[in-house]
């Protein structure tokens, strides 16, 4: 963490210069793709770092040792104008921590990210389970000289910290007491980029503006005055910067992908001839994938030959055809992509992500319908995307509960389900009208909370705090009221789920409970055997190896080197 020595930065490279010779104007002897010249950088996850308070805890903080991280803190508290930083530090209520967070890839300023918040190994904390952390600036950080030295602010982040051992559903770990999250608490304040970096052997002005040229007449946007704006901008000979285009905000690595596959120079002889490849290697199911994003690369004019992949006995290549149209706007993805997310848990992730992009209206009926699934993965994903998608559209529209989570009552005809949402944003989604609890109901939580049945059918809600008037609250006996009446009672998210979970417990509420019940992209589809193919390597897993080999080549072809201008280094920056 911040204490290692040295700095070994994903945003910044430095490295001698190295001269290199303009070969231009460079030559093709063959019809080429955008891959064939340069390889991806930037597509690595980049973590960013900075040292706050925890505040809010119950006398279970600590003092904490000197050390560069409390010198720097003291610091931060003095620039803002915090009374007696020493004395604040040192309270049982409160607990330095350090907190970092994970950049994606093409990552926008904007954007809201996790800030991940640990108690350093010498602290003497117990838990920061109530506790709030304090605003942090966070950025690429490292101990030098005994001093905690930092970069440039790429996020500020603060927030309720949602301890560990309630997230994993193990409140006897002490160690997960010390550590935990706060949900979207981070706001980027820069975006973070991605690009080509041009192949040692293809290093040329006029090789990365033919990159760039392919690139924008392939993925292009439209500006508030009516003009066209590509994505990609050659900046010199060694590197192309990329905007991700909309269509894929949720899905980078897929354009990267795309975009490798892009031709340069082709004739119209060689484009059709490269539409007719495609689709022969789109209908073999070990092809299937990457020849689905090759056509997909073509854009609009292979839509014929994705569609015959829809037919195909094959549920992978018919699936490769849907994602591809879904991405080309094409409506006819959408049976395939909607039997995907119901059935195949394998391909429910990109099912969804593609599902996302269609502009389509009869995409808003499929989500609605698959509100309806026995598999909460499947349901979930369905409110995700229509929450994405809609907004406030009344099917998924939420409830503000003081601030501190987003309540989504959500009808269901399926087996009634309470989920907690557990990265990226506190919120519970309850699937099912009216969800019972039995008033024979009792609970003894912490920090004074008890909820009880009462003879008249009602559930009470009861907050005792020493030193202060015992509030009561009433509600009628349902998952939804209990909820608002825990909030009422000044109950945070955490102690929300803590409640939930002991009433499935205790059996006083005949509904599934689920944490985090989302898709993921690194499942792993096997090929049937009628097929003649086992596969066991994912298409992510596969883009992650390409990422390696080609961030490796990169460093190899230069991409990171300064260049000079106006006498001065200036440097490949984020990438």
Not at 27 to 51: C, F, H, M, Y
Not at 312 to 317: A, M
Request: net charge negative; glycine share 8%.
């Amino acid at each position: 963490m911040l204490v290692m020595p040295g700095c070994v930065s994903s945003w910044f490279h430095d490295e001698e210069d190295i001269p290199v010779v303009d070969n231009s104007p460079a030559e093709w002897e063959l019809s080429r793709v955008v891959g064939d010249l340069s390889v991806p950088v930037g597509l690595n996850t980049a973590k960013i770092q900075g040292v706050s308070m925890v505040a809010g805890l119950d006398n279970t903080g600590s003092d904490p040792p000197p050390s560069p991280l409390q010198e720097a803190l003291i610091n931060e508290m003095r620039i803002r104008k915090i009374a007696n930083p020493n004395t604040e530090l040192a309270s049982p209520r409160t607990s330095l921590v350090v907190a970092e967070a994970f950049i994606p890839p093409g990552a926008r300023a904007g954007q809201r990210v996790d800030i991940r918040v640990v108690a350093p190994r010498d602290s003497e904390t117990t838990s920061l389970a109530g506790g709030w952390m304090l605003e942090v600036s966070l950025s690429e950080s490292a101990v030098l000289e005994g001093r905690l030295r930092t970069g440039e602010t790429f996020a500020r982040g603060y927030g309720a910290v949602l301890t560990d051992d309630i997230r994993e559903g193990r409140e006897d770990s002490e160690l997960l007491r010390k550590r935990g999250l706060i949900l979207g608490g981070g706001l980027l304040k820069k975006d973070r980029p991605i690009g080509l970096a041009m192949r040692a052997d293809d290093v040329s002005i006029q090789a990365s503006a033919r990159v760039g040229q392919a690139i924008n007449a392939r993925f292009f946007s439209y500006q508030n005055g009516g003009g066209k704006t590509g994505v990609a901008n050659p900046v010199d000979d060694k590197r192309v910067e990329l905007r991700v285009h909309p269509k894929y905000y949720d899905n980078v690595r897929r354009f990267v992908r795309v975009v490798r596959y892009i031709p340069i120079g082709d004739t119209t002889e060689e484009r059709l001839q490269r539409i007719q490849n495609a689709e022969a290697e789109l209908m073999i199911p070990e092809s299937a994938e990457s020849a689905a994003m090759k056509l997909e690369a073509l854009g609009k004019d292979s839509l014929d030959s994705l569609k015959k992949g829809l037919v195909s006995k094959s549920p992978l290549v018919r699936f490769s055809a849907s994602e591809a149209l879904a991405y080309l706007d094409d409506p006819a993805a959408l049976p395939g992509l909607t039997e995907a997310a119901r059935s195949e848990s394998e391909f429910r992730h990109r099912a969804y992500l593609a599902m996302g992009t269609l502009d389509d209206l009869a995409v808003i009926d499929e989500l609605e319908g698959l509100l309806h699934c026995e598999s909460a993965e499947a349901r979930y994903g369905a409110f995700e995307t229509l929450l994405k998608k809609t907004g406030k559209s009344p099917i998924v529209r939420g409830i503000d509960m003081k601030g501190k989570f987003v309540f989504h009552p959500v009808r269901s005809n399926a087996t009634p389900l309470i989920h907690f949402r557990l990265t990226e944003r506190a919120e519970v989604v309850v699937f099912g009208d009216n969800i019972p609890v039995r008033t024979d109901c009792v609970l003894l939580m912490p920090k004074g909370l008890t909820i009880t049945g009462t003879p008249d059918g009602k559930i009470k809600v009861t907050r005792v705090v020493a030193g202060q008037e015992s509030r009561a609250f009433m509600c009628e006996p349902s998952v939804g009221e209990v909820i608002k009446g825990v909030v009422d009672a000044d109950g945070d998210y955490p102690e929300v789920m803590k409640v939930i979970y002991s009433l499935k417990q205790q059996g006083t509420i005949d509904a599934r409970v689920e944490s985090d019940s989302l898709a993921h992209s690194d499942r792993v589809y096997y090929l049937d055997r009628e097929e003649g193919i086992d596969s066991d390597y994912s298409a992510d897993e596969e883009l992650e190896d390409e990422a390696v080999e080609e961030d490796t080549e990169a460093a190899e072809s230069e991409e990171f080197v300064a260049s000079e201008k106006s006498g001065e280094k200036t440097w490949w920056r984020f990438w």
